[in-house]
């Protein structure tokens, strides 16, 4: 029996202590065994949702990796089927890397990279880029080698292709590091899908506005977005400045232009995505509906010591978010359909406290919360998953500085620590907070800023505490339990 498929033995196996674990999502994607990192070839096919994601079906560390799958008919359910790809070829032995998703010909077509390490202990590695296509969507072919190894100049750090179709031709990027050490984005071009020519590097280290940024881009994504071009990134390397970049590495945006004659994306800086804890590798894709939506996954490389371990299972994803540009500014959303895990409703209106205040109702593990605030002069705080005691997660607004401040210091077992990040200039607070669990994700004012963050409370910690000094006013509090049964099967 193939390896990858009896897993599948092994989860039944295991059925117990996966449904007994206190920390496993309800409506997040998540293994059921082993590692999730990277999302890869988002996509709708036949009108149905796909999310495949690199998988170590085995163990939760980055040994082996194969394209898990997961599909669904509102991006609300998901349904998981087998593995996509697996490391079986002899050109991805060690590892069917990232990639991206198309249709061609009423096929599914999935661009990855292969890798495959040799030479003592492993220590070389030849990075390839390959395809693979399926007429269902669920059972693929895989075709072979279509990029055979880097540029020259480059190291065989060379991985993840983003594919789209730009009129007759194909483009692609993929992430890359120069023989100096400085991380890049390479852009290809093909006509056929079988032959690619490099058209060189469009960003990165060392081409404006750039100088040393980071050793390695991973994961790039480049696509319209309105009248400008946006492109996601993960540079590896960039040192902490002030309040940015102080996770272990960045996942961010850049807004511009691309050209291709010169090949050059034209652009001013790089913007974090995500200022909370776990947020990394995003990819996007663009629906039947014309929306761009986005997931990454809840995690960071080398991030591998959580408590889930105990269970088997390491990381999920984040939400699908929608994605728009106001101001010169990228904003994520919650996608609307998640309405549909709605249950319960607790509704209040025109609140006035100061102290603590603790609303009657609102509580619980699983659930979404919307909160809006205006004419804050004071600072105010929420905390979430409390204990009413030692335990919670703290979310703070400071009104004066206009800073966010996401602390997890005292939230639970395993992970802490205190991001931070300062808004446009408002006295006006809207929150929109998802819990499941043992994840949080929180955006603010519309999705001008978004925090995801792993936290590790015990399962009677459900209280959420609003505080405040001096008097303060709450507009509007929408609390709803979420479904938490049939949602990730």
């Excluded at 390959?130 to 669920?138: D, E, F, Q, R, T």
């Excluded at 060189?200 to 480049?222: A, H, K, Q, R, V």
């Excluded at 009677?460 to 509090?477: A, K, L, Y």
């Amino acid at each position: 029996m193939n390896k990858w498929l009896a897993n599948t033995q092994l989860v039944l196996a295991k059925q117990q202590v996966i449904d007994n674990d206190p920390f496993r999502p309800s409506y997040h994607i998540a293994p059921k065994l082993g590692l999730l990192n990277d999302p890869n070839g988002l996509i709708q096919f036949n009108g149905q949702y796909h999310v495949f994601y690199q998988w170590n079906p085995f163990a939760c560390d980055h040994s082996q990796k194969c394209w898990g799958h997961y599909i669904s008919d509102d991006l609300v359910h998901w349904r998981e089927v087998a593995p996509a790809i697996t490391p079986d070829a002899s050109y991805d032995a060690n590892g069917c890397y990232s990639g991206s998703a198309f249709v061609h010909h009423d096929e599914l077509y999935l661009f990855y990279t292969g890798n495959l390490k040799y030479g003592v202990d492993q220590q070389q590695r030849a990075s390839r880029q390959c395809l693979a296509k399926s007429k269902n969507g669920i059972d693929f072919e895989k075709i072979g080698i279509v990029i055979d190894g880097e540029p020259e100049g480059y190291t065989a750090h060379f991985r993840d292709p983003k594919i789209w179709r730009e009129g007759e031709q194909w483009l692609a990027v993929i992430g890359a590091q120069t023989e100096k050490l400085h991380g890049q984005v390479l852009l290809y071009r093909s006509e056929n899908l079988t032959e690619w020519h490099c058209l060189g590097p469009i960003t990165g280290s060392g081409i404006y506005p750039f100088d040393d940024f980071g050793y390695m881009w991973e994961c790039p994504d480049l696509f319209r977005l309105g009248e400008q071009w946006v492109m996601l990134a993960s540079p590896q390397g960039i040192e902490p400045q002030g309040m940015k970049y102080q996770n272990i590495y960045q996942s961010g945006y850049l807004l511009g232009q691309l050209s291709l004659a010169p090949a050059q994306f034209d652009t001013q800086h790089f913007e974090e995505l995500d200022r909370g804890f776990e947020f990394y590798a995003p990819q996007s894709f663009l629906d039947n509906q014309g929306r761009r939506i986005m997931l990454a996954w809840m995690g960071l490389p080398e991030e591998n010591v959580q408590p889930t371990v105990e269970y088997g299972w390491l990381h999920q994803m984040t939400l699908p978010r929608e994605l728009s540009i106001r101001d010169g500014k990228l904003y994520q959303t919650p996608v609307a359909e998640l309405v549909a895990l709605r249950q319960s409703h607790i509704h209040y209106q025109s609140v006035d406290f100061s102290g603590i205040l603790m609303l009657e109702g609102v509580k619980g593990r699983c659930y979404e919360l919307r909160a809006e605030f205006s004419d804050l002069t004071s600072p105010l705080s929420l905390k979430l998953r409390s204990n009413g005691a030692d335990q919670y997660t703290l979310l703070h607004f400071d009104p004066e500085n206009l800073v966010i401040t996401l602390d997890r210091d005292h939230a639970g077992a395993g992970l802490g620590g205190i991001r931070q990040c300062k808004l446009a200039q408002s006295n006006s607070l809207e929150l929109v907070i998802f819990a499941d669990n043992s994840s949080l994700e929180i955006f603010i004012n519309q999705g001008e800023a978004v925090f995801s963050a792993r936290i590790f409370p015990e399962m009677t910690s459900t209280e959420i505490c609003f505080e405040s000094t001096t008097p303060c006013h709450i507009n509007t509090v929408d609390y709803f339990e979420l479904k938490t049964d049939g949602v990730i099967r």
